[in-house]
């Protein structure tokens, strides 16, 4: 194989290209996750060296990227997606400059001809010199782009938000969950004074003494949305953590300078029992070479791998820790060891992270604390799309819930995970976890590496570790909309359960029936099972809300919920 690597040079101007640029991003490039070209299926993208000028005063940018990539079949392009906001200057492949003639961005997706067709097994450097003023974030992280704010000492505080708008937004990419990079070199130059946490390993920062400092860092197979640039005063927090599988792990925290000392020690103090819960539950931290990283934001927070973003300002709730910070740090595992193969495999990410929450209530605090909080999730479901649709699906189409499953993709995700841990027990529901997450039971600590999952690959390995076909679980849970309902009848002593679904759709979920105090289980075969309890029994469904199901007083609560209030 033949890579011919180079490494970014310094932006070549302080100020942004002459060319126009865009008015507004495409609805293209506002878009992630949309399907790969054929040319972006026949490369490898090796390593992506992006050296980015923050500008504070114009808020702008001016960068050069150089992307390495490796033909895994013959091609005679190359397509890269940068917003059209950021005018390209000049591309250089492999040395060769190339005429304006050869290469287009109309919509934000860029295609390069190539001088001479790429072969198999060779290797092309493609430099992209580009600058200009990158979106603006409306509302981050929930429309996103950069965020230009200031820290209460007046100082630029800024930092890039965009999982929902892709990578593109700011350095040229394969904009989709399969194009990451197996690796990527940030050169990120601020004014001097401020510092610029990223991603990965810090390799050091150079004060230029012309009131310019770039910062260096390096990370491995970067989910591409969760590349992130921060930048402002803050001041470094540093603590490294045991495992208990034997690596020591760099703990990083970066609050601003201006915050109370004692909020911000509280917080980081909040850093190891979090790792010792995942590692505990799931497995060994992904990314123990680079660093767990967190630090200070202007909007509320996102998944940057090893640098996850926090805006929470410190906030008490009563869950004796803080949700946000958990959440974030979930995804190391969901969503940055385990990246969805598409948007439709979205739930792997939002629901088996928001999973956690509930777990980690019930390590520090027990069960009715975990309850609490599957009770919270239970209340918010929509159930108007489902989980996965089976077809490929860009972001928006899942995070709408006008469109998609939106927030059920967290709460209905999560409660969806939680009936399967208690149907197939702890044991196989966290080898299948495992299995999803680093592709073996067994991880260790340097003998895996990222990977990407399927909703496929999920139903398959839980029904491994379970023993058996749990087809129609999935089917009834993930693929349509509506929950299962049960349906009770009574003539005389004898009572039937009958569990009714979408279109009839099999669902022989056991079901657990308190009676006067004694609880029996009815193996519900077939859907349906009989018990007997006299007339006046006290008769309680699922004593302990194992099962996932529709409730008329939630519905009905909601619905009171939604309504106009009438005026007095």
Sequence with gaps: MLVLAACASTPESATPAAATPAELSTPFTLTTGSPRTPEQQSVRFEKADLA???????????????LDVTAAQPVDRLVFELDT?????SIVINGRPLTTAEWSNPDGRLTIVLPQTLAAGRGASVRIAYGGHPRTA??????????????????????????GEGCDLFWPCIDHPLGEPGRVDLHITVP????????????????????????????REPNTYAIALNIGPYVEMQADHVSRYGATIPLRFWPLSTDDPAKAQGLFDQFPRMMDFYEATVGPFPFGDDKM?????????????????????????????????????????FGNQMTDADYDDLWLHEGLGSYMQPLYARWLNGDRAMQVELSEMRGKLINRFPLVSGRPQDDDSVYDSARGPGLDLY????????????????????????????????PRPGQFEPRFG????????ASRAAGRDLGWFFDVYLHQAALPELRQTRAGDRIVLEWITEGGRPFPMPLEVEVEGR????????????????????????????????????????????APTAPK
């Design 293 to 333: 990283g967190v630090v200070e934001t202007p909007h509320l927070g996102m998944e940057h791998q090893t640098i996850n973003a926090y805006g929470n300002a410190y906030r008490l709730d009563g869950k004796d820790y803080d949700w946000l910070l958990h959440h974030e740090l979930a995804h190391e595992w």
């Design 519 to 562: 609880v029996q289980t009815l193996s519900m075969t077939g859907g349906r099972g009989e018990l007997v309890a006299p007339a006046g029994a006290h008769i309680l469904i699922d004593p302990q809300n194992k099962v996932l199901r529709r409730l008329e007083h939630i519905e009905a609560w909601q619905a009171a919920r939604a």
């Design 85 to 89: 906001r950021l005018p390209i200057r």
């Design 411 to 442: 709460n209905k995700g999560a409660l969806v995970a939680h009936s399967l841990r208690l149907l197939i027990g702890d044991h196989a529901f966290f080898e299948t976890i495992r299995r999803l997450v680093y592709g073996t039971d067994d």
């Design 52 to 66: 980015i000028r923050v500008m504070p005063d114009s808020q702008s940018i001016d960068a050069v990227a150089v």
């Design 454 to 461: 399927t909703t496929a690959e999920f139903e398959a390995l």
């Design 192 to 219: 001097t004074g401020l510092m610029a946490p990223s991603n990965g390993r810090f390799i050091g920062s150079v004060d230029h003494g012309d009131g310019w400092t770039t910062w260096t860092w390096s990370a």
């Design 138 to 163: 409306p509302q981050a992280p929930w429309d996103g782009g950069f965020v230009w704010s200031a820290a209460p000492n007046g100082q630029p505080w800024i930092a890039t938000a965009v999982q």
